[in-house]
């Protein structure tokens, strides 16, 4: 029976690339050149330091915008609180791996709801499609592109 895993994976390699590039940019970009902004990843974190919050936004759009170039989604990025004090502001940005039980239900009922005559099965941190036929996995596939949650879903393992 052909079937397909829903998956929410980052591809580190790239989260890495883009932190250089972005760490490059920052460097020499005019308004953030002589400052405190900084950008370093590790442990699937991004740690971003600037003077102010207000740079440090700046920062994070610059980091953004680099994943993007990298064809990495945003979605899988997770700011944490800033934290600042009189000299520097700093943000943690946790890196969404996996798709969390939560998600994952949404998801499996989202497939129960359209009425497409496969099944879903939750199995660790990712979700199993199964259905007889292949228009149908291409069916759901569409689905879940269109559907907004609150991460990004990839689909591989594809089994015909």
Excluded: C, W, Y
């Excluded at 974190?45 to 207000?54: R, T």
């Excluded at 004090?85 to 700093?90: F, K, L, P, Q, T």
């Amino acid at each position: 029976m052909p079937s397909f895993d829903t998956v929410s994976e980052v591809d580190l390699h790239e989260i890495t690339n883009a932190v250089t590039q972005a760490a490059r940019e920052i460097s020499t970009r005019f308004d953030l050149k002589g400052t405190g902004a900084l950008i370093e990843e590790a442990d699937g974190e991004v740690l971003l330091k600037a003077d102010n919050e207000f740079q440090l936004t700046q920062v994070l759009d610059v980091l953004r915008g680099k994943m993007a170039k990298r064809g990495v989604d945003a979605g899988a990025l997770e700011p944490g609180e800033v934290e600042s004090n009189v000299s520097e502001a700093r943000q943690t940005v946790k890196l969404l791996q996996g798709i969390d039980t939560v998600t994952a239900k949404q998801v499996v009922k989202l497939i129960k709801q359209s009425k497409i005559k496969v099944q879903a099965a939750i199995q660790g941190e990712k979700v199993r499609v199964t259905g007889k036929k292949r228009d149908d996995l291409q069916a759901v596939m569409t689905l879940l592109r269109e559907e907004n949650l609150s991460v990004p879903l990839q689909f591989n393992n594809f089994r015909d």
